[in-house]
């Protein structure tokens, strides 16, 4: 699968309608613009500065692999809620660090992610697929233990 370049309306996949528009409208500074965009530029960055301290093969400017979508909105939605004055939710901080510890695997290269692209994987890269049951289980890129 080649490389996405996330979007505003991907964003939207994970924020109720209230949230949206409290985001986009609250503790903006007078002629600031809609967080989203910025917020969503600087995250995608920040995943490739994780991809390519792996040493992996980049994908175009402003793409990231589909694996990292998921933990990429889920970082974008802990600091979109950061910028309200409340306490952001356990869950959503949950998915924060769990995303970022996602991408540290993948920097240190314990997780799959495609390198490039083509859509080839890294030899010898390895990721843990937790199932329902919470049994974790060995998947590398030439072979799959448990499943």
């Not at 996330?6 to 996949?13: I, N, R, S, W």
């Not at 924020?15 to 910025?38: C, M, N, Y």
């Not at 990429?72 to 510890?101: C, F, G, H, M, W």
């Not at 490039?116 to 843990?128: H, K, L, N, Y």
Request: a neutral charge; one cysteine or more.
């Amino acid at each position: 699968m080649a490389w996405i370049t996330p979007t505003a309306d991907d964003v939207k996949t994970r924020l109720t309608g209230a949230e949206l528009a409290a985001f986009r409208t609250v503790a903006l500074a007078s002629g600031q613009a809609d967080p989203i965009t910025q917020i969503m530029l600087d995250c995608v960055n920040e995943v490739r500065g994780y991809v390519a301290a792996g040493g992996y093969a980049m994908g175009s400017a402003g793409t990231i692999p589909p694996q990292t979508l998921a933990p990429a909105l889920a970082i974008v939605a802990y600091r979109l809620a950061t910028r309200l004055p409340l306490k952001v939710s356990d869950d959503r901080r949950n998915q924060y660090e769990d995303a970022i510890a996602y991408l540290r695997d993948v920097a240190a290269k314990k997780s799959l992610i495609e390198t490039d692209a083509s859509g080839e994987m890294a030899p010898g890269a390895t990721s843990a697929v937790i199932s329902s049951r919470g049994s974790t289980r060995a998947v590398t890129s030439t072979g799959m233990r448990g499943l």
